[in-house]
């Protein structure tokens, strides 16, 4: 998210992490939080329930991406300074390298935090509209989980197969347990 207009963003590849794993911990927020209501246990899902789990999943996704990517930052400009053989009393990090670190820090938060609240808002809106019983919204939403999986391969030249299964396992064991923990009730 370092250049160029917002569109352009998705298409770059240091961008990917924030993408990626912004969607994918949406999705696995909405699964974690409302499976009992993707499977007719808990309340009804509602744009209000859609728009809750969003907001947490979204909020918390800023929240950890920004301090992952500012630490990540300020940990490179501590390496330049030693590079550069600079007294440990000088801190880059007050320089406009510091600020810019703290500006791309943000930005790839809030691209990993509106794409937190994508994804998690995404498969509960489906489950409105989805016509049939309950289960299918869940099994509609692995099945969401695991074409991410087989998209995710085909950037990194993985097995489609492999990242498929293990996105949509590792989405079923999340519901699983959100099923067991009961937190929407």
Not at 126 to 147: F, K, Y
Request: charged share 10%.
């Amino acid at each position: 998210m370092r250049s160029g207009q917002p569109l352009r963003w998705f298409h770059e590849v240091e961008n990917r992490l924030d993408i990626v794993a912004g969607t994918v911990d949406g999705i696995l927020n909405a699964l974690t939080l409302a499976s009992r209501s993707f499977l007719g246990h808990g309340h009804v899902i509602t744009y209000t329930l859609a728009f809750r789990v969003g907001m947490a999943a979204g909020l918390t996704t800023l929240f950890v991406f920004f301090v992952a990517h500012y630490a990540q930052e300020r940990t490179a400009l501590v390496g330049i300074e030693r590079e550069l053989n600079l007294r440990p009393s000088s801190h880059m990090s007050a320089t406009a390298l510091g600020r810019k670190a703290l500006v791309n820090s943000a930005l790839g938060a809030v691209l990993a935090a509106v794409c937190g609240l994508a994804g998690s808002m995404t498969p509960l809106l489906l489950a409105m509209i989805l016509p049939g019983p309950s289960w299918l919204d869940l099994l509609a939403t692995l099945v969401l989980l695991g074409l991410m999986g087989v998209a995710l391969a085909g950037t990194v030249h993985g097995s489609r197969v492999a990242w498929g299964m293990a996105l949509f396992v590792g989405g079923g064991v999340l519901a699983y347990i959100g099923l067991e923990l009961g937190l929407v009730q």
